[in-house]
């Protein structure tokens, strides 16, 4: 059974940085589309990277140039490198595993973890 861990989430200033990670057991990262959702409370959810197997990597345009999404195939642990950070990017941050993710940011997130908290002060 697929079961990610995320971590990594806390508080931080405008501006700031944080880096996610989401550690995966049951299965080798190296064969499976993965991405990194978010989700505040009353907003919808909203997917803002994914990377497939092949390693290509795909951002929501609230993110673009400012998230990266990377992977450590040897610790089996994906990351979400989040710079400049905006009040607005304050949820919770989960990551999921599904051949979903290997082209859409909207994919099925049954398989995640219990998400990271976020939260960013202006």
């Known amino acids: 059974q697929v079961q990610p861990v995320e971590s990594g989430g806390g508080s931080v200033q405008a501006g700031g940085s944080l880096t996610l990670s989401c550690t995966v057991s049951g299965k080798s990262i190296t064969s499976m589309c993965m991405g990194w959702f978010r989700q505040a409370p009353g907003n919808a959810r909203e997917g803002v990277a994914r990377?497939?197997?092949?390693?290509?990597?795909d951002y929501a345009d609230s993110v673009k140039g400012r998230f990266t999404i990377t992977k450590d195939n040897a610790k089996n642990t994906l990351y979400l490198q989040m710079n400049s950070l905006k009040a607005e990017d304050t949820a919770m941050y989960y990551c999921a595993a599904d051949r979903g993710w290997c082209w859409s940011l909207s994919a099925d997130s049954a398989t995640r973890g219990q998400g990271t908290q976020v939260t960013v002060s202006s």
């Open positions: 990377m497939d197997t092949a390693g290509n990597t």
